[in-house]
């Protein structure tokens, strides 16, 4: 047979295949051992997209929002799937190879896509929910009294949002210049698909380019988003501040519990710390009193923030259990966005403060908090250091990825799109999956406008840059457009998203109809391919 060599511009990229890694080789493994290195890849990859996460969210506190956020923090979240994209169709052999090994790379597409704007929407309408009023959602006290109504809870988000559902669904168009071309075609033989094919595929990684640099533009220059996200970040890290130093700030810091949290004796001493007066609960002129001991540089604005997230009840006044409540959810916070590190010796939270260089000659008061404070320039050599390292990681383990999930979809049979579907999105995006999560916990409409716009925006990296990457593989291999059932997945779950999009307020009932979709987005895969023949 035939075998596909491809073309020279990707001659350099491939070269990466070939560096001599001693990677095992998958068809000489046992079933067992196959199993456990789709694990252990599946772990490294996952760690290396929440280093490229976090690295990025350090990075925006120190450089300009606009275009860390608007352009580097986008692409660089889509870096993880764009590689095992990538290294799918990088693979030499015949042509039912080079598709066998590229259906991982579709798998990865279609499921990362599918899932960021189901499971995720999904989940985070479901725990973000409140009472819905006149088809409104209310978020004053009490927030949810009506349970799990599908049609009398949801969540309401700002006015902007739905106009990233717009772009989202727009972006979709790209699938479309090179689809219409393959129904056209599929009934010529492979050769003629090919060349027929070829001008749509570099025309559709044009249009799939163009876009992205429009959609990274309009990213810079709206600044009411990134206002937004470095918002998001600079209390996150706030709230870290103040946990590490009220509860881990000298040699007899407390360990943290098997699950992350703070036991209940510790919280207590720290709560007695600012009931002065002894009375049972810390009043606001208290609260304000013992946080400007723990960090004299706090704002009003800081101190406000504070103080709405402790006084649940808003009754001017802080209870133990609401203390206890806001310190758990933000060490939970802290742990799932990456600022937390721990000590060789103990399960310890150590503070990382982001604060100005001190001027030359002057020394801190105490090697405590010398130690413990990063300067801007420290931050920045951090936060590139995790993105690189999360990037090359990325880079080195995808190709072995592709290779283990190819060989047990062989062992077992079946096409490597449905083990990549279920698979390469967990690896790549749980990152952003919990993020989504943690943040429609707080049942504020901030927070949920952010995790819809995040995820939106994730897809629509997904309709550009990743598809860009693919189009590019088949131009420059030589590879025709086999892809229709997959499309038309990506395609319907898109349009039902959108519906969704529109409105600014939305009932739990459609988030569980979007919810739906990631499996049926699988089950229109197997119908269109396995009944009506789209092979």
């Not at 996150?236 to 810091?253: P, W």
């Not at 047990?408 to 083990?419: D, E, P, Q, T």
Request: hydrophobic share 45%; proline share 4%.
């Amino acid at each position: 047979q035939r075998r596909v060599h491809g073309a020279t511009p990707l001659f350099f990229v491939r070269s990466l295949k070939n560096m001599g890694l001693p990677f095992p080789e998958p068809a000489e493994q046992s079933l067992f051992a196959v199993f456990f290195l789709l694990i252990v890849y599946s772990y490294i990859l996952l760690k290396a997209s929440k280093l490229i996460s976090d690295g990025s969210e350090l990075l925006m506190l120190i450089l300009n929002p606009g275009v860390v956020g608007g352009l580097v923090l986008p692409i660089l979240g889509a870096v993880p799937d764009g590689a095992i994209i990538l290294f799918s169709g990088l693979g030499a052999g015949s042509r039912e190879e080079i598709a066998e090994q590229i259906s991982v790379g579709v798998g990865t597409l279609a499921g990362s896509t599918v899932m960021l704007i189901t499971l995720p929407l999904m989940a985070s309408t479901f725990l973000g929910r409140v009472d819905l009023v006149n088809g409104r959602a209310k978020y004053t006290k009490p927030k949810l009294t009506k349970g799990r109504s599908l049609t009398e809870t949801g969540v309401g988000v700002d006015s902007d949002v739905p106009f990233n559902g717009i772009i989202m669904i727009a972006t979709s168009i790209v699938y479309l210049i090179v689809q219409g071309p393959a129904f056209y075609n599929q009934d010529a033989d492979y050769d003629t698909q090919v060349a027929r094919e070829k001008p749509w595929a570099l025309a559709g990684f044009i249009v799939a380019v163009t876009m992205l640099v429009a959609y990274c533009v309009y990213q810079v220059r709206n600044v009411q988003a990134q206002e937004k996200r470095i918002a998001a970040v600079k209390a996150r890290a706030l709230r870290h501040k103040m946990v590490s130093r009220l509860f881990f700030s000298d040699a007899t810091s407390v360990p943290l519990l098997a699950d992350g949290s703070i036991d209940n004796k510790s919280l207590q001493r720290a709560f007695d710390r600012f009931d002065q007066n002894g009375d049972g609960s810390i009043s606001a002129s208290e609260l304000r009193h013992v946080l400007q001991t723990l960090d004299s540089n706090l704002t009003e604005d800081d101190m406000r923030a504070i103080e709405s997230e402790m006084d649940i009840d808003r009754s001017n006044a802080v209870s133990f259990n609401e203390f206890k409540t806001a310190v758990q959810r933000w060490t939970h916070d802290s742990a799932a966005h990456g600022y937390t590190r721990y000590s060789e010796n103990r399960s310890m939270l150590l503070p990382i403060d982001i604060e100005k260089a001190e001027p030359e000659g002057e020394e801190e008061d105490e090697e405590e908090e010398e130690n413990s404070t990063l300067t801007p320039a420290q931050v920045k050599f951090r936060s590139i250091g995790m993105l690189a390292l999360g990037t090359v990681i990325v880079c080195i383990f995808s190709d072995p990825m592709v290779d283990v999930i190819g060989d047990i979809a062989k062992r077992a049979n079946f096409s490597a799109f449905y083990v990549s579907f279920l698979i390469t999105p967990i690896a790549s995006n749980s990152s952003e999956v919990i993020a989504s999560i943690m943040l429609s916990k707080k049942k504020t409409q901030k927070t949920i406008s952010l995790t819809h716009s995040a995820l939106y925006g994730a897809a629509t990296m997904n309709n550009t840059f990743c598809l860009s990457i693919f189009l590019a593989l088949i131009y420059f291999r030589d590879l025709n457009w086999s892809f229709s059932a997959e499309v038309v997945s990506i395609l319907v779950a898109e349009i039902v998203v959108f519906s969704m999009s529109r409105k600014t307020n939305v009932p739990l009932w459609k988030a569980l109809v979007v919810g739906s979709m990631f499996p049926i987005s699988l089950a229109v895969v197997a119908f269109l391919e396995s009944v009506v023949g789209w092979n």
